[in-house]
């Protein structure tokens, strides 16, 4: 079964700063839309960041949740088949259990949109937990 890792996660203080990371040895996560969502406890899923896929030829693009904007950066390593969510001033309310997910079937037209259609990322990892205390 195709799956994405997810690490980095761990315990950090409030203000602190972190880097997640996603991949896999099973495919090329470079050529598709990747997105990072993830789900606090009693809460529903969101999204968080998105970064375009680059197997259409079209120049890259993020794009961060306004919630998120100003702190959060995402970006790839291709030559490590990884994607990097990173962020610092970090929130106890930030706390959840993160989740990378592909859109390798390419149905996802904007990255925008990402965090309305979860449908759209087929492949998805096991989640790294991000807990924001002191």
């Known amino acids: 079964q195709v799956q994405l890792v997810e690490s980095g996660g761990g315990l950090v203080q409030p203000g602190g700063s972190l880097r997640l990371s996603c991949t896999t040895s099973?495919?090329?996560?470079?050529?598709?839309?990747i997105g990072w969502f993830r789900q606090a406890p009693g809460k529903e899923r969101e999204g968080v960041s998105c970064?375009?896929?680059?197997?259409?030829?079209?120049?890259?693009?993020?794009y961060y949740e306004d919630f998120v904007k100003g702190r959060f950066t995402i970006s790839r390593k291709n030559a490590k088949n990884t994607v990097y969510l990173e962020w610092n001033r970090l929130r106890p309310e930030e706390t959840a259990g993160y989740y990378c997910?592909?859109?390798?079937?390419?149905?996802?037209?904007?990255?925008?949109?990402?965090?309305?259609?979860?449908?759209?990322?087929?492949?998805w990892g096991q989640g790294t937990q991000v807990t924001v205390s002191s």
């Open positions: 970064v375009s896929g680059g197997a259409s030829g079209s120049d890259l693009r993020t």
């Open positions: 997910a592909s859109d390798s079937r390419g149905l996802l037209s904007d990255c925008s949109r990402f965090g309305s259609w979860p449908d759209d990322f087929d492949y």
């Open positions: 099973q495919f090329n996560l470079d050529y598709y839309a």
